[in-house]
């Protein structure tokens, strides 16, 4: 009987561990990302975005006949990634950013003060929407959000910027507005809001009894976000 308890004892322990080992199995950064574009350029227009003062906020909003039974959520993240080379006396520009998927909080009680929802879903139902949002990105196989605009010098005249949108291993082409400061130490910071289709990206927005309570199709996206010249990036 001893004998029996330390090979169940040992199995169990193994099992853990192997369950520890897949967890950190998530790759770092997203296949073919191109961080050395920014890390061997030496020049002092490139810059690295700040993840703890930026933010990814995702406006996610119910419908269906029987919505009032259901909850507007929050979904944000502070680990957008990535890299801006700006050079405007070249008129050169391009940028290349990212997001875990697992990295997105649901509904922050702060931010949903902030956004004035209506309504107060329980834990119970943030931790259910949570899940159904991973399992909807399918975020195992696609764990990251990629933004990426290969040209940007257009900001230096306009206020909208073409860019690439990488999600669920589907890329759509957008035309993003955007606004952006450069202060007298050098520091950048942008904003932007726009909305996406999941449909667009191959994604079935998640529905119960028949969709008489469903998440609607569109999402409303606001990206804040700071970076530094790389001579000067917080480490």
Not at 60 to 83: C, E, N, P, T, W
Not at 195 to 212: E, K, R, V, Y
Request: aromatic share 6%.
């Amino acid at each position: 009987m001893i004998k029996l308890n330390l090979v169940v004892l040992c199995a169990i322990i193994l099992s853990s561990c192997s369950k520890s080992i897949k967890q950190l199995e998530t790759p770092i950064l997203p296949d073919q990302f191109p961080i050395e574009r920014y890390t061997t350029t030496n020049s002092t227009s490139v810059f690295r975005v700040d993840s703890l003062q930026s933010q990814v906020l995702v406006t996610v909003r119910r419908g269906g006949l029987m919505a009032k039974l259901g909850h507007d959520h929050i979904v944000s993240s502070r680990q957008l990634q990535g890299f801006i080379l700006m050079d405007q006396d070249n008129q050169r520009c391009h940028a290349d950013f990212y997001i875990p998927v697992h990295s997105m909080e649901v509904d922050n009680p702060q931010l949903r003060a902030q956004a004035q929802m209506q309504t107060t879903p329980s834990a119970r139902d943030i931790a259910g929407t949570r899940i159904n949002m991973l399992k909807s990105a399918d975020a195992k196989q696609f764990p990251f959000v990629q933004f990426r605009s290969a040209d940007c010098s257009e900001i230096f005249t306009n206020s909208s910027v073409a860019a690439q949108i990488q999600l669920h291993g589907v890329i759509q082409e957008r035309q993003i507005g955007l606004n952006w400061h450069r202060d007298a130490t050098g520091v950048l910071t942008a904003q932007s809001t726009f909305s996406l289709l999941q449909t667009d990206f191959n994604i079935a927005p998640f529905a119960i009894m028949n969709g008489l309570i469903k998440v609607e199709d569109k999402l409303e996206i606001t990206v804040q976000l700071i970076a530094y010249p790389m001579d000067t990036t917080r480490q």
